[in-house]
């Protein structure tokens, strides 16, 4: 049986390598610029290695063995090879405070606009593979940083992209999210407005005060849509006053609704352009439980993805489904009712069902799972 590729990330990684061996082989590079390696450095043979969007000088490429595929980039406007996972600096970049309309020139934009003039559902084979190679290079540094977490601690909250700042269901979700990452625990969403922004606006303000919260929602409660003109601005306010080092969050947003901006408080962003990949690896993720707020279709189908996923157990055990909102969950959308008794029923097996309304109920709910 072969050993798995090796994945070399930096020039540095890559020294310390070719400080110990004469051949380099079953390795994978990745978005790195070799063009700069000293050229005693390029004397090393490199056999049955992946060169993924990478810069190559002509005494390293002489060093090549046929035996390695050489991926070259994809004339596009995004980076079909990246190696990390993007920040919200990066899909902003272009924007000015204070100038909304900016918005448009900003990278997220540049590359929204590319995805709708390309079509959404392209035929065309050069879009489609750089699109596919995109998507897997997010996949991969998502895995990359999960790596780091007991798979336990990720839990995903999933509700409507038209909460507004000022509901109340909003700033519940923002202090069940603040403390749950105090607590060591990895929060996910769809990475977009709304439950989503608010499950990265409270890891975002993890470890502070909860004065400094309630400034924080009151600098955005100027701006309650993201349709408002100032969403972005007011975001970008509350970052620059509070700024965020210690924790991190992983919002999974995609161009497919590229028209619904990616949150700026998710540290790390996992934007794709196939939904299906998108929507399916939030629930495989996050292995720690859902969390459900108010939502409505989109919500509605991650419930009952979620719900198959730990019927199956599609992943060796099944993982909480949390409710918040008793009454939405019970009398406006019954979904909590339904499952309950299609579990009782034997309908659906294996089911980890709450429901709750305190914050403190969540959380705990949460817990129970990982103190088992």
């Known amino acids: 049986m072969h050993r798995q590729y090796r994945e070399i990330q930096s020039l540095e990684e890559l020294q310390q390598l070719l400080a110990t061996n004469e051949r380099i082989e079953r390795c994978v590079f990745q978005d790195m610029d070799f063009s700069a390696m000293p050229s005693e450095e ?3 043979r490199y056999y049955d290695c992946l060169f ?46 204070g100038v909304p ?51 336990r601690l990720v839990v995903g909250i999933m509700g409507g992209h038209g909460l507004k700042r000022t509901d109340k269901a909003y700033q519940k979700i923002v ?3 603040k403390r749950l990452t105090e607590q060591g625990y990895l929060m996910i969403s769809g990475g977009g407005p709304g439950a ?34 100032l969403w972005l601005d007011t975001a970008f306010q509350v970052r620059t006053k509070y700024p965020q080092t210690t924790f991190k969050s992983v919002g999974v947003p995609t161009w497919l609704y590229g028209h619904e901006p990616a949150t700026p408080f998710a540290t790390h962003i996992a934007k794709y352009f ?29 419930i009952f993805q979620d719900a198959v996923q730990n019927h199956y157990l599609s992943f ?32 659906y097996r294996n089911l980890i069902l709450d429901i709750a309304d305190e914050e403190a109920e969540i959380i705990e709910s949460i817990k129970r799972f990982i103190q088992k």
């Not at 990265?200 to 400094?212: Q, T, Y």
């Open 316 to 347: 060796g055990y099944a993982s909480p489904m949390v409710f918040l909102d008793t009454d939405y969950w019970t009398n406006e959308m019954p979904v909590f009712p339904m499952l309950k008794k299609l579990s009782e029923q034997g309908k």
């Open 274 to 302: 196939e939904n299906a990949i998108r929507e399916d690896g939030i629930l495989t993720i996050a292995k720690g439980g859902i969390i459900y707020a108010p939502g409505s279709a989109g919500t509605m189908q991650e």
């Open 52 to 97: 993924m969007g990478c810069t190559f000088s002509k005494p390293m490429r002489v060093q090549i063995d046929k035996s390695c595929l050489i991926f070259s980039h994809i004339d596009v406007p995004y980076n079909c090879f990246r190696n990390t996972l993007y920040a919200a600096e990066e899909l902003y970049k272009g924007y000015r405070m």
């Open 196 to 229: 989503m922004e608010a499950t990265h606006l409270g890891a975002w303000m993890a470890g502070r005060l909860d004065a400094e919260v309630y400034d924080a929602m009151r600098i955005l409660a100027q701006a309650p849509a993201y349709t408002d003109p």
């Open 175 to 177: 202090r069940i999210s």
């Open 42 to 44: 390029c004397t090393c």
């Open 101 to 151: 309309e900016s918005y448009q020139q900003c990278f997220d934009s540049v590359v929204y606009q590319h995805y709708l003039q390309k079509g959404k559902s392209t035929t065309d084979i050069k879009e489609t593979l750089a699109r596919t190679l995109h998507d897997h290079s997010i996949s991969n540094s998502l895995h990359d940083l999960l790596a780091e977490y007991d798979e």
